[in-house]
């Protein structure tokens, strides 16, 4: 039974229910939230955690990113700007 109430056919959440443990793992890895021991087996088990691992890597990246476009737009202007 999920934590909702909604009966399973044998899982541990009802379809969708499981898309916080994602939001927690993210929590976590980011160090916003203590896991219980059976929250972390369950993103563990899952591959939550490991899901979770990936889209902080990738939102890092995308950071990185527009921050090198933004330094190198100001550059371009000072550089203009001292023309």
């Known amino acids: 039974m999920c934590a909702c109430e909604t009966r399973t056919k044998g ?3 009802a379809p969708g229910h499981d898309v916080r ?3 927690y793992a993210l929590e976590y ?6 896991l219980t021991d ?3 087996a369950y993103v563990r088990e899952s591959g939550k955690l490991e899901r979770a691992r990936t889209r902080l890597a990738e939102e890092e990246r ?3 990113k527009q921050s090198a476009r933004k330094a190198e737009r100001q550059a371009k202007a000072q550089t203009k700007d001292e023309k």
């Open 29 to 34: 890895l980011r160090g916003e939230r203590e």
């Open 38 to 40: 059976e929250q972390m």
């Open 11 to 13: 899982g541990r959440f």
């Open 21 to 23: 443990m994602v939001s």
């Open 62 to 64: 995308r950071r990185r």
